[in-house]
């Protein structure tokens, strides 16, 4: 199965389809978006992932907004290929069998980017053992460590097994797939046949590996006590591999794949910043994030593309003419879609929304530092600007992930904050966000809204796909925003503070009082403009097209 595929991309989630629950939110769709574009520009990729047989959860809302979980059982046979392939890795000290299954993504000429699912499923191993590869983010510290050796030293394994032996670079997207270079020191000192591990072989590893952080905050670092890694992992090894561990009683992926990289990258420049910040002993450069283009258009934006703009496919950066796309073309596409995402609110959550009303949209992961309730502090402000400066409607998604009570809490403030503006400002959240939502609410609103802590948003990319349907963002400054924002030209900032949310919510107000709002009430050919300024500057550039070729430059081929 070698055919001179050299790069092996390696993530805990990856979206390769809306429909299959493997991925929970940007890192995955992120992972899925990068094998897409990978496949149409012919990159000699291999990706390697868990096959997470009972994915990421389905979200219930009640009344209330009261989040519970049910676990999604997905027919692994009718989406992906079995592979004939088997290797064993030890946890605490058990054997566990490993399977494979294939999936492939199929690009613009038909390139095919195989994606391998590890499964540990099978009737050898034991019942503990055989739901290790169910759960995407499940289980306790045990469960997860366990988790991480089987896709980075059991995808490794499984890579070779399937004759996969010219890799020259081992892409760990975020840490959880760090223990892959201790696999490869394993095979550097095995090659020699036995002894210590020594600095070259620690080089000889460092030049095969690229590590894209994606953490802005220590507290997002997955770590391990060193008792549970001796543990799960074996003692030996802790033992043998101290100069690469980090740091003092615990096993930090961070660190690991920190120290065992030739080339480390945030994703958005102010990411890679703080990035140096956290990180000072490291070179750390910055690859901003972007999404695929063809996935993420919608279909009236698709069909108005294809009229105009011959090639963009190809060429994500010709996207750029979208200037001389006719102004009431682009509004006519919007409303198409506008349309349809208000249907579907309609329906789904009996708002009662109407196409000729200012509609924000609000769609992610239900996680604290987003905010969602930000534009809620002030009730009776939000409901006076709405009354005055120009009625709004707001949609909302997002889950909250299992274990994160606050994360939750957010979603029950939103849905108290449209029980108290009930009759002033509708408000609908809608169940169950997964990428399929993801595409009809980015296209589907007037005003994307993002309103994170400052600096917590690594980079985001939901804003992203908004502008390539020519949906400006109203967004704190954090991430991808403070170089896809021109003021007024390509959509609005709303000034973030690390620690004051009044202040936030205070600048967020005014933006949408005196900026937002007007314009898409009063000036209806400068929103336009600002539409076609989305698409042009934002659109043509926020893409994994040429996002990929960043890494091809700077960390593949290099
Ligand atoms: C795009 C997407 C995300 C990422 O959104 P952010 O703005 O980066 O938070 C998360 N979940 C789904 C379903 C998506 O489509």
Request: with cysteine; proline share 3%; hydrophobic share 40%.
């Amino acid at each position: 199965m070698n055919d001179g595929r050299t790069i092996a991309y390696f993530s805990m989630e990856i979206g390769f389809r809306a429909d299959t629950p493997t991925y929970s939110g940007g890192l995955g769709v992120l992972a899925g978006d990068t094998l897409r574009s990978a496949a149409d520009m012919r990159v000699p990729m291999v990706a390697v992932t868990l096959i997470h047989r009972k994915g990421y959860f389905f979200q219930h809302l009640d009344q209330s907004g009261h989040q519970t979980e049910e676990a999604v059982r997905w027919k692994v046979e009718d989406v992906l290929q079995p592979v004939d392939v088997r290797v064993n890795v030890s946890i605490e000290g058990r054997t566990v069998v490993l399977r494979a299954w294939r999936y492939d993504v199929i690009g613009r000429g038909d390139f095919r980017v195989p994606i391998f699912l590890l499964d540990s499923d099978l009737p050898e191993n034991s019942t503990q053992d055989r739901a290790l590869t169910d759960v995407l983010y499940g289980g306790d510290n045990r469960y997860r460590l366990s988790q991480e050796i089987l896709l980075g030293i059991g995808g490794v394994r499984i890579l070779r097994a399937l004759g996969f032996d010219t890799i020259d670079r081992f892409h760990m997207n975020e840490g959880h797939s760090s223990l892959l270079t201790l696999e490869l020191l394993d095979e550097q000192v095995r090659s020699r046949g036995g002894g210590a591990v020594t600095e070259e072989d620690i080089a000889d590893v460092r030049r095969c590996c690229v590590f894209t952080t994606h953490t802005p905050v220590p507290a997002g670092q997955d770590r391990f006590p060193l008792d549970l890694v001796g543990q799960v992992l074996g003692p030996s090894l802790i033992h043998e591999m101290q100069q690469v561990f980090c740091c003092e009683g615990e096993l930090n992926m961070t660190y690991l794949a920190l120290n065992l990289s030739h080339y480390i990258n945030g994703v958005a420049k102010k990411h890679g910043d703080v990035a140096r910040h956290m990180f000072a002993e490291y070179k750390i450069d910055a690859i901003t994030n972007g999404v695929h283009a063809s996935t993420w258009a919608s279909p009236s934006f698709v069909r108005l593309f294809d009229a105009h703009i011959e090639g963009w496919r190809d060429d994500n950066f010709s996207l750029r003419y979208a200037l001389s796309i006719p102004p009431e073309e682009v509004w006519k596409a919007h409303l198409e879609e506008k349309k349809r995402l208000q249907d579907e609110v309609n329906r789904q959550t009996g708002a009662g929304m109407a196409l000729d009303r200012l509609t924000l949209g609000f769609g992610r992961r239900a996680a604290t530092y987003k905010r969602a309730d930000l534009l809620f502090r002030d009730l009776d402000r939000l409901r006076a600007i709405s009354r005055n400066a120009g009625p709004i409607q707001i949609v909302f998604a997002g889950k909250a992930h299992p274990r994160d009570e606050e994360g939750k809490r957010v979603i029950e403030a939103v849905y108290r904050a449209a029980e108290q503006l009930r009759g002033d400002i509708s408000i609908a959240y809608l169940g169950n966000y997964d990428m399929n939502m993801g595409g009809l609410l980015t296209a589907g609103v007037d005003v994307w809204l993002n309103t994170p802590r400052s600096p917590m948003e690594a980079s985001g990319t939901s804003g992203m796909k908004a502008a390539l349907n020519g949906v400006p963002s109203l967004s704190i400054l954090d991430g991808w925003w403070i170089e896809g924002c021109i003021e007024g030209v390509t959509g609005w900032a709303i000034e973030g503070t690390a620690a004051d949310d009044a202040a936030d919510a205070d600048s967020l107000y005014r933006k949408l009082e005196g900026s937002v709002i007007p314009a898409f009430y009063n000036q209806q050919d400068a929103f336009i403009s600002i539409m076609r300024h989305a698409i042009a500057l934002n659109g043509s550039f926020f893409n994994t097209q040429r996002m990929l070729q960043q890494y091809v430059l700077k960390a593949y081929f290099e």
